[in-house]
């Protein structure tokens, strides 16, 4: 294959046929108001086109039905559905960022990969990849749903424990590494932080390269996941040490994310730790005070931003009966 036809071919691929339809006629094929349909196509993340361009698969089309379709039958309404977009095309665009470079490194060092050979590997790859998206979402959907109707919520609030673990140091490493040691280090951090929190029950809300933010539902998972969080940090090669905060309270869940004022105290706690602690709210202290799993000694309150006086308490495991303080 023509190395000017390599493109054309895996995007054909990827893209499930060729670009037939201009932003007016995707529109129209779907029965979708033009503006709706640009509004969407925003809200995933993509640029406008032009009035002229030919952008548009037939794919495209089913989609734009599909989602509009929901709004028609009343299954959701409009601001749903445009959260939903947002929401999708952002954790998505993620996904597909990692698999291109994922596949970029595997490839490294091998012979230049034909054309035909680029799609043949899309062609093996993306059915995959699709079916495993919807098997991981049915799943997380479930255990969800189950925890919702187990708690028997009315209302999007309820009492979680929020923390927040930031590496130490992570601008000045972006300075003194290169870009394959900077990636592995996220990718390892990353790694350990998914792992810890869901061997404790717990949920990742969102990462940030050199930040992770998760939730629990009981104190001691959330203080279950920070201290083993601390200790996996702690024994890995290369990775810097893990500063952590914790509050415990009623939050918004809302569209994956999480919101409210233990989500604000979390995160002005991570960034008072010092290198290797764990600071806990004074409210999840309160919970965590007659767990004999875990230790806490209170620390000066402290000034920032949004509250004149945070007050915090270093966590710790409890040690054997009879060991120094």
Sequence with gaps: MPADDVPAALERELLGGDRRYTRIEVAEQAGVPVAQAQILWRALGFADVGDDNVAFTDQDVQALRAVDGLVRRGVIDASTQLAMTRAMGQSLARLADWHVSAITSALDGDEPTAGDDAAAVARELVPVVEGLIGYIWRRHLAATAGRALADDRTSPSTSLVVGFADLVGFTSLTRDVGEAELAGV?????????????QHSGRVVKTLGDEVMFTADQPGQGAEIALDL????????????VRIGLACGPVLARLGDVY?????????????????????????????????RFRLRRVPPRPVRGYALLHASRLRRAEPEGDAD
């Design 260 to 292: 409210g004022e233990p989500v604000n105290i979390a995160s002005r706690l991570t960034s008072i730790a010092r290198p290797a602690s764990i600071l806990v709210d004074r409210e999840l202290a309160g919970e965590l005070d007659e767990d004999p």
């Design 186 to 198: 996220v990718e390892t951090f990353e790694a350990l932080a998914s792992d810890v929190i869901a």
């Design 230 to 241: 601390a200790d996996r940090v702690e024994a890995a090669e290369g990775v810097p040490d």
